[in-house]
């Protein structure tokens, strides 16, 4: 199963996701998951609606998800904690983004005026499928989650190190590019390449192999602490290679099996 959601005659569809020869499209419409309340109360069925099949490149997507939080992982990938000069970490480290943060694939990711250096940070994430609380580390992980999601973790440097929480830096609007898709048919216990580019060039290039707290340990971590609901989010970290956005950059996060996460870049 694969879904995204967007725009059509300026109402918030959601569409299943098909790959055509090689190629993303939305073939058929997509229930709303139940976390869309207001998605329903606005539009109610969206199986009614009128639709005709097109390439997933030619919709006006937006965020395939509507978290009520969106938990991060910092420093999940041992070669990422040293390029910034940070020990590998013997626990996870966790820090909120706010709702207010995503952005749409194809959105505008806005360097605001309090920083001088806003990172791009490319990131598989979870996107949970059912209420859950205390999962053991041993459960049924794969059960908690709908499927996985691409993200950008924008991060405001000089804030992250000036501030002692991560707040700021993590928080602005537009800094948490999501999508474009949603997908149950990656592989999780198997490693996946994740990447990302800038103007086209590769800058990262990592594996969910790496990964320093698997994804079962940290759903069980997390869940230990908080209720997740249906639609949360949780960024699974960045690998090394993050870098510096300028305006008119575009920063392209990637991953087989869910399409590539591409937005631009302007000055506040
Ligand atoms: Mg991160």
Redesign the pocket.
Same mark, same amino acid.
């Given at each position: 199963m694969k879904y995204c959601r967007f725009l059509l005659n300026n109402r918030a569809h959601y569409g299943r996701v098909e790959d055509r020869s090689g190629e993303l499209w939305i073939v058929a419409p997509h229930d709303a998951p139940e976390e869309d309340l207001r998605f329903r109360v606005e539009n109610g069925d969206s199986s009614s609606a009128a639709f005709t099949p097109m390439p997933l490149s030619q919709a006006q997507l937006l965020a395939p998800v509507t978290p009520s939080k969106i938990i991060?992982? /910092?420093r999940n990938y041992s070669e990422h904690a040293a390029e910034l000069g940070n020990e590998v970490p013997k626990e996870p480290l966790l820090f909120f983004k706010p709702p207010s943060s995503v952005l749409s694939p194809g959105g505008v990711i806005v360097l605001p005026k309090l920083s001088e250096k806003v990172d791009y &940070?490319g &990131?598989l994430a979870l996107v949970i499928g059912k209420r859950t609380h205390k999962l053991p580390i041993d459960g049924d992980w794969q059960g908690a989650i709908r499927g996985c999601t691409l993200a950008n973790?924008v991060?405001a440097r000089d804030l992250q190190k000036r501030d002692v929480h991560f707040t700021r830096a993590k928080g602005f609007d537009s800094f948490c590019p999501v999508g474009p898709i949603v997908s149950d048919e990656l592989d999780l216990s198997a490693p996946q390449n994740i990447q990302a580019r800038l103007n086209g060039e590769l800058r990262q290039n990592g594996s969910t192999k790496d990964f320093i707290f698997s994804i079962p340990f940290v759903l069980s971590w997390i869940s230990a602490v908080m209720t997740l609901e249906p639609g949360d989010l949780i960024?699974t /970290?960045?690998p090394a290679g993050v870098g510096q956005l300028k305006p008119g950059d575009r920063v392209e996060v990637s991953m087989p099996g869910l399409g590539v996460l591409s937005n631009s870049v302007v000055a506040e």
């Open positions: 991060c992982v /910092g &940070e &990131e973790d991060s960024l /970290g960045t």
